[in-house]
């Protein structure tokens, strides 16, 4: 968790992008917050019940199981993605 989001987000995408065999390179999520404690205090009640990508309902648990990038707004829905898949897993999708 951070308010620093884009540091991080850009960070998580070029140490997935390294090249290992036979290792994984997820980090398993990251949520990022508005800035202020007040904000984050107010942002984090019930946030999980708004965990929504598409039609299906998140958990936190899908949020570290797997790799969702969640930021979280002031007002509004949050924005949620999915990190890529690092290369070593994307390597065991395919077999």
């Excluded at 002031?74 to 065991?92: A, H, T």
Aim: hydrophobic content about 30%; glycine content about 6%; proline content about 3%.
């Amino acid at each position: 968790m951070t308010a620093n989001g884009e540091d991080f987000r850009r960070q998580i995408l070029r140490f997935q992008s390294q090249t290992k065999k036979k290792v994984c390179h997820e980090l398993y999520g990251l949520v990022v917050l508005p800035s202020g404690y007040e904000n984050q205090r107010r942002s984090l009640s019930g946030l999980e019940k708004r965990l929504r990508l598409g039609s299906r309902t998140l958990t936190w648990s899908d949020v570290w199981e797997e790799n969702y990038y969640v930021k979280v707004k002031r007002v509004g829905s949050p924005e949620i993605r999915r990190f890529p898949r690092c290369l070593y897993c994307q390597k065991l999708e395919l077999k």
